[in-house]
């Protein structure tokens, strides 16, 4: 490694030549995409209170009806009344709301930050009016977020803006679900656990990060288009009216009105489609260009066409699986709603338009250009740690490619190819894209995937596919999951290893089995738990020294030796998992109670079949939480740190050590430089007396490097970790799995933790994911990185991280490309779950820190999805910055 | 009547929740630009002859139901103008 003093860069090999060097060369979009893009990257995230409106208009007036009847109600009258919008040269039509970027408050599920901030809104709305237009253009910084208050915006959270006119409304609605929301009576009855308390703490030494209950109830799952690919709307109701009129009567009465319920949301959702076939023909009449009118009139006969009857095309069944994903995003604050494997599930309709010569590969381009731009404008409206600290603003739809069929051979086909290529034309964050590796897999589709990544997308990751049916055979094999069925997974979310099942598509007399997922959100439960904050109230007794609040009892260990440590702190991280688990059953307990999903429902097999929503366990496969943790390679760096420095060679002692880390080892804090990576931080006059620990600190083995000393507590770690999450149970009585992932909480959770051991100084960001190294310490070549981060078997665990940062020049040309092939190969074929890239210079990242604005289209990966840069936190943009560069592979 | 703007014309395409597009002449205006000579009123409830206003930004739909007056209400079965548009 060698550090540059100038630049604060960590690089492996060679220092890059002077001159920033450019990715790759990318495609050309098409006009058309290229135009939406324009238009999308001028345009701010955008709340609007229609939907709620209606919805909690609807639901006041069913007071006394049966819960789910009054869900249905209230979702159809949302669904029906939101505005249409239908955007100039667009061929996919329908949005979340009536903004290109829009979202809106779900109070039902959480109201309490918009009473707490009422007052704060208000004086926002007063004052915002005061500045001026002038003010407005340096809003550029930011990218799409509005990050403060201007005329007649209010900025919510920097991140969303709200009309003043709209804000008013959004407090009186809010007031209405106070105590009565998902958040509200979970809250209420989760207090009833013994130990609650406990929880409350960890909530605030930010231990663990976020409920899922009420913030993201669902998500981290792969949608299942098949229902109305095949039957279509009008289909769907004749198939609940038949269920329903079997069951009305026997017993299992939740089947009656969970048809009735599904019954009544189809006919919101058919409205809602006409809704905006109507607009299209306002639009068309209004219209003097002769091609522009005839793609609305055509955009008409196509909704309303879909608003009853299955697709006959691939325009059209691209427009509806489009729209079904919109209508699910619709009924919940949701992040990471997979597509799935969307290329193969739409192959049968684009194949035969391409036999019929209905379509051509050109225009297929540009649908799929098309669809990106949708996918690009997904907002969630979640809570704000959650919008910001956890997911960076993205929404993680990860669209899957290549895996196998049902029948075991390669599923990889030429439309995914196209959906590789408009990967590469129109790159944007969304969908991410991810290659389900199998050594079937054809050369030329993996080389098409490595030109992607190579440019610089950060997508498609590549997931190795025998690993993940090794885990899905393991954990729901009791639910019947075999070989042939785990072939059907995909990746639901950022990366979590999600269930799926083979769909009959009928189609011309003949008969295509396409994947789709079966299962409910696969990762809801204990999230996340900040392992080096655990270490560090592990050394100070359960006390957490930043805030001086007691966390956990005394754990009665004197720490004399390694294995007391190690005892210690499994014993604290377990009581967390013990609290946190039921806490999190009653949370998801009170959504499904009030909230219950019926679009979402409606898709999984076998929710229609069964006559049960998913919170019933309709769905097929239904053992799907799981704890998740971050920070892991800080914690295994710390341990080894401790158990060399204090119990081998007793160069210091546990109290020395802790005076050390309460000192931050004689520097400044994070939060006083404002940079929240190690390599920039500044001593302070007390640094001598810490200089020599911090050194040894530093020195320590470090995990990523192939040390034996240093990997053995890492599989130590893995092998406990992944066993002990089967002890708790989920609120559907199936044993969890562990999850890890860090999405971006490795900033925020790094923010509130002290140094660590392992020479990390306190408020820094923690490494990325959970089996990449602690940047700039892998110090031994990529090679050495994939020993260490397979010396525990991946396929324990839903799923593991490794993020690594290589320069362009490195894999430049075809040459380049193969090499790069290799490179990953190697990676999976030692075990390794998934490995993901940045292909960019570390210097050009410097200078879009700098200066934001000349820098608006540019991309990175994080840990799991694709983030324009300028909509980065400064932690996360420090922490990508950190990372190792490799100059040479 | 007050003075109308953008956001309450039926040509008025929203983007965010600064600007939009014009319907007829595709350019970009912002929500709170004046009406134009081809401006049309969009269905909104404080254009709606069953909302009155109550406070700033709030009001009653036929007396009872929590509403206020910039909701576009094109999908509104009840809605019914005031006066002649
Ligand atoms: S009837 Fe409709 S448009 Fe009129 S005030 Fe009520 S909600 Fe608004």
Known sequence: ?889 | MSFQSCKDCRYFLPVDVFYGLCKRSKNKITQDDPFCDQAEKIAKCKFCLNYSAERDFLGKCKGTTLAYPDMVAVQCADFGWIEAN
Not at chain 1, 244 to 263: H, I, N, Q, S
Not at chain 1, 669 to 675: K, M, N, P, V
């Open chain 1, 1 to 889: 490694m060698i550090k540059t003093e100038s630049s604060h860069i960590n690089y492996y090999g060679h220092q890059p030549g002077s001159q920033v060097e450019n990715r790759e060369q990318k495609k050309q979009i098409t006009q058309r995409a290229g135009a939406a893009r324009e238009l999308y990257f001028e345009t701010k995230s955008s709340v609007s209170m229609e939907f709620p409106y209606w919805y909690t208009r609807r639901w006041e007036e069913l007071e006394g009806e049966i819960p789910v009847i009054r869900r249905a109600e209230a979702l159809k009258s949302g669904f029906s009344h939101l505005t249409p919008v239908i955007y100039p040269g667009e061929l996919l039509a329908m949005s979340k709301s009536s903004y290109l970027r829009g979202s809106y408050p779900m109070p039902w599920l959480s109201e309490a930050f918009f009473m707490a901030a009422e007052d704060k809104l208000y004086k926002e709305a007063q004052e915002s009016g005061k500045l001026t237009a002038d003010q407005f253009t340096t809003m550029g910084k930011g990218g799409g977020n509005v990050t403060r208050s201007i005329g007649n915006v209010i900025s919510i959270a920097g991140k969303f803006g709200l009309r003043v006119e709209e804000m008013p409304v959004m407090i009186e609605i809010a007031k209405k679900w106070k105590d009565r929301s998902v958040d509200d009576v979970g809250h209420k009855y989760e207090q009833l656990v013994p130990g609650y308390s406990e929880k409350e703490a960890l909530m605030r030494s930010v231990i663990c990060m976020f409920d899922s209950g009420y913030t993201l109830p669902q998500g981290r799952e792969v949608i299942n288009y098949y229902y109305p690919l095949q039957f279509g709307f009008d289909g769907l109701i004749r198939r609940c009216r038949t269920r329903m009129e079997e069951v009305a009567g026997y017993p299992e009465m939740d089947r009656l009105y969970y048809y009735r319920a599904t019954m009544i949301l189809i006919e919101g959702l058919q409205q809602w489609i006409r809704n905006h076939a109507e607009e299209a023909r306002f639009m068309a009449s209004i219209e003097t260009d002769v091609p522009q009118m005839k793609e609305y009139e055509e955009m008409a006969e196509r909704l309303d066409w879909l608003a009853s009857n299955p697709p006959r095309s691939f325009h059209e069944s691209l427009q509806m699986i489009w729209l079904l994903h919109v209508a699910v995003l619709n009924e919940d604050a949701i992040s990471g709603l997979s597509p799935g494997r969307v290329g193969q599930v739409l192959f049968p309709f684009w194949q035969r338009d391409i036999l019929k010569k209905v379509i051509t590969r050109e225009q297929t381009l540009e649908l799929l250009e098309c669809m990106r731009m949708k996918f690009t404008a997904i907002d969630c409206f979640a809570s704000m740690g959650v919008v910001g600290g956890v997911l960076s603003g993205n929404t993680f739809n990860n669209l899957c490619l290549g895996g196998l069929k049902k029948d075991g051979t390669s599923a990889a086909n030429e439309l995914e190819m196209l959906i590789l290529e408009a990967g590469i034309s129109c790159d944007t964050p969304q969908p991410t894209l991810s290659v389900l590796y199998d050594e079937k897999l054809p050369e030329e589709f993996l080389l098409k995937g490595v030109e992607c990544t190579k440019i610089g997308t950060g997508y498609p990751a590549w997931i190795n596919n025998q690993v993940a049916m090794e885990f899905l055979m393991a954990n729901y094999g009791h639910e019947g999951m075999n070989l042939e069925e785990a072939r059907a997974w995909s990746i639901g979310g950022c990366l979590e290893t999600s269930p799926g099942s083979w769909m009959p598509l009928e189609l011309d007399g003949e008969i295509h089995w396409i994947p789709g997922g079966s299962a409910p959100a696969t990762s809801v439960g204990v999230h996340f738990l900040s392992l080096p904050k655990i270490l560090e109230v592990t050394l100070f007794d359960g006390m957490d020294m930043r805030s001086g609040e007691r966390i956990f009892p005394a754990h009665g260990y004197k720490l004399d030796t390694y294995d007391e440590l190690w005892n210690a702190f499994r014993d604290y991280f377990r009581r967390a998992c013990h609290v946190l688990t039921l806490t999190n059953n009653i949370q998801h307990d009170a959504w499904r109670k009030i909230s219950p999903s019926l679009v979402n429902s409606m898709l999984k097999p076998d929710c229609l079949e069964q006559g049960k929503d998913i919170g019933q366990m309709g769905c097929r496969y239904n053992a799907t939480f799981n704890i998740e943790s971050c920070g892991t390679a800080n914690l295994i760096n710390s341990l080894a740190s401790l158990k060399k420095n204090v119990f081998t060679d007793k160069t210091y002692s546990l109290n020395e050590y802790r005076e050390a880390i309460l000192a931050n080892f004689g520097y400044h804090s994070a939060q006083e430089t404002g940079s929240y990576s190690l390599i920039d931080q500044i001593p302070n006059d007390g640094y001598d007396r810490w200089k020599k620990i911090h050194r040894i600190s530093l020195d320590a083995p470090k995990f990523g490097n192939d040390d034996p000393f240093v990997d053995e507590i890492m599989k130590a770690w893995e092998t406990w970790f992944c066993t002990m999450t089967h002890d708790f149970r989920s609120l559907y009585n199936e044993p969890m799995y562990a999850c890890q992932i860090s999405v971006s909480t490795h900033g925020p959770m790094g923010a509130v933790t002290l140094a660590g051991a392992d020479g990390r100084l306190g408020g820094t960001t923690f490494s990325d994911g959970s089996v990449s190294a602690y940047p700039g310490t892998d110090r031994n070549g990529p090679y050495a990185l994939f020993n260490s981060a397979t010396c525990w078997n991946h396929a324990t665990s839903q799923n593991s991280q490794l993020n690594m940062k290589i320069h362009p020049s490195v894999v430049k040309g075809r040459e380049g490309s193969r090499k790069f092939l290799d490179l990953i190969r190697s990676y999976l074929r030692k075990g390794g779950f998934h490995v993901q890239f940045n292909i960019v210079d570390s210097r050009m990242l410097k200078a879009a820190q700098a200066e934001p604005d000349k820098y608006r289209s540019l991309l990175v990966r994080v840990a799991g999805f694709t983030q324009y840069w300028v909509e980065l936190g400064k932690q996360i943009q420090d922490e990508v910055i950190a990372r190792t560069e490799y100059e040479e592979v």
